[in-house]
């Protein structure tokens, strides 16, 4: 059986300008509406029934791009409570890639320290202190303040 992680993994650096209009579709390949993709997906996934492959995957990764949606594994983030040795609570957050502690410093401050796996995961770690960018690359325009998730 293949899955979605089985295909290339695009490039998840921002992008520039230049970038953006090169994997643009071109004029002999207009966008597809989500409705048109979805169909084009059912109607591959009916006509590979029972031999679904790389190939299968492939064809569902071109519909999806010719949306002008990009394919990016989402990862599982979870969270727990830690104590220090003392009894301070630790609040651990973590996803492949990165993971943070938030704590309580002794002078009442709260410290938020962020680990990454590797140079790549911290090249394309954002953070945001009130909404504000204060790390990392500015994020894509498909998640302006009001596409990304607030807290409630």
């Known amino acids: 059986m293949v899955c ?7 490039s998840p650096r921002p992008a520039s300008p230049a970038d953006e209009a090169s994997a643009a579709p071109n004029a002999s390949e207009p966008r597809l509406s989500d409705v048109q993709a979805i169909e084009a ?7 590979d029934h029972g031999n679904w492959g790389a190939d299968t995957l492939q064809a569902i990764g071109d519909v999806i791009t010719l949306t002008g949606r990009c394919i990016v594994d989402v990862e599982t983030i979870g969270a727990e409570m830690l104590e ?11 996803a492949d890639q990165v993971t943070g502690y938030v704590f309580q410093a002794l002078d009442g401050g709260i410290v938020v320290e962020v680990y990454t796996r590797d140079q790549d995961s911290a090249d394309r770690l954002r953070i945001f202190i009130d909404g504000r960018p204060v790390y990392g690359a500015p994020l894509p325009a498909s998640m302006a303040a009001a596409g990304r998730p607030q807290p409630r």
């Open 41 to 47: 997906i059912y109607q591959r996934l009916l006509a």
């Open 4 to 10: 979605l992680s089985d295909l290339p993994i695009p």
């Open 84 to 94: 220090t040795s003392a009894g301070w609570p630790i609040a651990r957050v973590y």
